[in-house]
């Protein structure tokens, strides 16, 4: 008898109440994550260790293509608020790219203010080779923007 009524609660529930579309609450959900009204952020990347350094990938030149890949959707880059930062870690084996974006945070309790991870993105692969690799970086970065630009669309157009 439990296992009728815990569906028939929850499908009554889900019936009562307040009609939001999925497609609205994605929207909001993304605008949580990524909107910022076409301001500035600033692009961080972690190191490039030595192990990564053998296989013929620069730092140079990763940090060049996300940023041309930024420029080209117009997202401004300089001294903003939010933050794209972009990590990496390596063994033999695998390798673990990770893309947050953060956004400052106050706590009006405590009176601190921080940042706060709003969107995220891993991509894990193996074996480590430079194209491998490079794809992956290049598949996150554009990631970004295309949900980035997705959100600010509006803010970025009416200036």
Not at 8 to 30: G, I, K, N, R, Y
Not at 46 to 61: F, K, M, P, T, Y
Not at 93 to 115: C, M, W
């Amino acid at each position: 008898m439990k296992t009728i009524r815990i569906p028939f609660v929850a499908a009554l529930l889900l019936h009562c109440s307040p009609a939001t579309s999925a497609s609205e609450w994605q929207q909001d959900f993304w605008r949580f994550q990524l909107f910022n009204n076409c301001m500035p952020i600033s692009f961080l990347m972690s190191e490039i260790d030595a192990d990564s350094q053998q296989l013929g990938i620069s730092r140079e030149e990763i940090h060049g293509e996300i940023e041309r890949r930024l420029r080209s959707k117009q997202i401004a880059l300089g001294e903003g608020d939010s933050v794209l930062y972009v990590s990496f870690a390596f063994n033999e084996q695998t390798f673990v790219i990770r893309a947050e974006f953060a956004k400052p945070l106050y706590d009006g309790h405590s009176d601190n203010f921080g940042y706060a991870p709003t969107w995220s993105s891993t991509r894990i692969g193996s074996p480590v080779t430079k194209d491998i690799f490079l794809s992956h970086v290049f598949d996150l970065a554009d990631k970004f923007v295309s949900s980035y630009g997705q959100v600010n669309s509006g803010a970025c157009e009416s200036e």
